[in-house]
């Protein structure tokens, strides 16, 4: 785990996204350009990667196909680079236009599964200047110095099903768990996202009517989001939850792919909204 602050604008727009898999034929470079060009074009428009920015399966992985890789001839670089400093290489290349809005990456399983040949993850952030966050890490959001809010950013997390019959019931099943995943892993984070599932989930601070006396008589009101304070414990109803989703297609005609046990997903990010140093909202960034 590893602790990264960074102080931002109180006004400012955050993309949480991963689990890229550059170098697979199953990657969606056009889908990861969008993005890209989404935070470049944006002001005041920052992000950070989840992990797995690599497909980084070896020929001794039960995972390979070598139909998979393509573009295993990447332009620019020697036919005798070894394959996985390639898709390090290209993604640097293609995230190197918003390296300075980076403040944030994280390590993946794929990513780590080399861990004999490197740390790409590591590699990769170091290359662009963006913090290397581990596989997990704590991220405090800062104005001159002045606390605004901390999210928790993590690779690692289970995959998340539901047996329910009817589809709504399903969803609601998988968000639920998502937070029972996730809330007990730190306390005082208003934002917590994982990767590694390639779902995009998110699930906002829950609405929940509560009572309280007064003199003249009971009043209502309503849990919103908390974003927290100084080592402040936040009540997990009052925080965003999310999955970053991801830029790996799980079915390409002509192709058997280790993907094809699960069920279709949408590709894509999530966009956070800041506003005087309050979350507004996260909300999904289909591409």
């Not at 074009?41 to 989840?50: A, Y």
Request: glycine share 10%; charged share 25%; aromatic share 10%.
């Amino acid at each position: 785990m590893q602790r990264i602050e960074c102080d931002l604008p109180r006004n400012f727009e955050f993309v949480f996204l991963g689990d890229t898999h550059g170098g697979s034929a199953l990657t969606h470079y056009d889908g990861i350009q969008t993005i890209i060009e989404y935070i470049g074009t944006t002001k005041n428009c920052f992000w950070g990667h989840t992990g797995d920015w690599c497909e980084a399966v070896t020929t001794d992985d039960k995972r390979f196909n070598n139909d998979h890789y393509a573009n295993k001839d990447i332009k620019g670089q020697p036919k005798t680079t070894p394959i996985p400093l390639k898709q390090a290489n290209q993604m640097i290349e293609i995230f190197k236009p918003i390296k300075k809005k980076g403040i944030y990456g994280l390590g993946g399983n794929h990513d780590l599964k080399l861990h004999r040949f490197g740390n790409i993850a590591e590699y990769i952030c170091n290359t662009l200047g963006v913090p290397y966050g581990t596989r997990t890490a704590r991220i405090l959001f800062r104005n001159k110095g002045k606390f605004m809010f901390n999210a928790f950013v993590t690779h690692d997390i289970p995959m998340l099903r539901s047996n329910a019959k009817d589809y709504m019931q399903q969803q609601a099943n998988i968000k639920a768990s998502l937070k029972m995943k996730l809330y007990r892993r730190m306390g005082d984070c208003a934002v917590m996202v994982a990767g590694h599932i390639h779902q995009l989930l998110v699930v906002p601070p829950t609405p929940q009517l509560y009572l309280v006396d007064g003199q003249l008589g009971i009043k209502q009101h309503y849990l919103i989001g908390d974003m927290g304070g100084e080592g402040k414990f936040i009540n997990p109803d009052q925080r965003w939850y999310g999955c970053s989703g991801s830029t790996r297609k799980r079915f390409v005609d002509g192709l058997d792919d280790y993907s094809d046990i699960y069920d279709p997903n949408e590709l894509g990010c999530l966009i956070m909204t800041v506003h005087d140093g309050q979350i507004q909202g996260i909300r999904e960034f289909k591409v």
